[in-house]
């Protein structure tokens, strides 16, 4: 079974590895209601994520404000209507690129950011930051023998209905392109990224693979 999960995508940028959980974060439903009654937080990020999360976020604070590389985002039609509907407590700046996160008292004080259109530099100093730039599966040791999709997070079950082996019939829920190959938890195409369910996730694939060894 492969379960060697994902990690968050990072800016590298000074200041980031000193406040991860005390101030930066990269789960709004894991750490969004510690900020409950936060005046402003900063998500960094204009994808689909970013977009869904910020607007989440709004649940526990009174504004958010999306950092954005780009001048658009890249997220569902619904969520980019939901930022733009006048009542919505989603500001957005596009082309941010942040530059530092500094600290107080060992907790993220001030964001620095500058414009990469005029150069112009801001900071600003949010109650939190999310960053949601992006998930990079561990799947590098995998890729060549079980089908990923586009982002390399691994395909599994229904997803492979078109696919089956001779001996051991249609794939299997959790199992891989590799015949008897499994694969649970943040890995996973289309998985929820929490730990409940990736608990769950292994808990079902080890059902698939009595089934499969009932099979054999
Ligand atoms: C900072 C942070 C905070 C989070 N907070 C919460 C929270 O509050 N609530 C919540 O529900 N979820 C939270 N999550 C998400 C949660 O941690 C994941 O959804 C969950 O851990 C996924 O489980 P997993 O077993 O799929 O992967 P992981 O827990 O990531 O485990 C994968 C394991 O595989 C190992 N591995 C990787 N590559 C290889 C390899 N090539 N060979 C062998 N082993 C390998 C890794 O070292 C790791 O031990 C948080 C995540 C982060 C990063």
């Not at 959980?21 to 969004?32: E, L, N, Q, S």
């Not at 023998?145 to 395909?155: M, S």
């Not at 292994?202 to 089934?211: D, K, L, P, Q, T």
């Amino acid at each position: 079974m492969i379960a060697s999960g994902a990690s968050y995508r990072r800016l590298d940028i000074p200041g980031e590895d000193d406040f991860i959980g005390a101030g930066i974060h990269f789960c709004a439903t894991c750490d969004g209601p510690f900020y409950k009654g936060a005046k402003n937080i900063i998500v960094v990020g204009g994808g689909n994520s970013a977009c869904e999360e910020g607007l989440h976020l709004t649940t526990f604070a009174e504004k958010v404000t999306l950092l954005v590389r780009g001048d658009t985002l890249t997220a569902s039609q619904v969520a980019i209507d939901k930022i733009n509907e006048p009542t919505s407590r989603v500001e957005v700046k596009f082309n941010v690129d942040v530059d530092s996160f500094e600290g107080e008292n060992s907790r993220l004080k001030k964001i620095n950011y500058h414009s990469s259109v005029t150069g112009e530099k801001s900071a600003i100093e949010p109650d939190a930051a999310f960053i949601f730039i992006g998930q990079k599966p561990n799947t590098e040791f995998a890729k060549n023998y079980v089908k990923t999709d586009p982002y390399g997070f691994i395909l599994t079950g229904h997803e492979l209905t078109h696919q089956s082996d001779e001996k051991f019939g249609e794939r299997l829920a959790f199992e891989t392109s590799m015949t008897g190959v499994f694969a649970a938890g943040d890995v996973r195409h289309e998985s929820i990224k929490q730990v409940a369910s990736a608990v769950g996730e292994g808990a079902a694939a080890a059902i698939s693979i009595r089934e499969f060894l009932k099979r054999s």
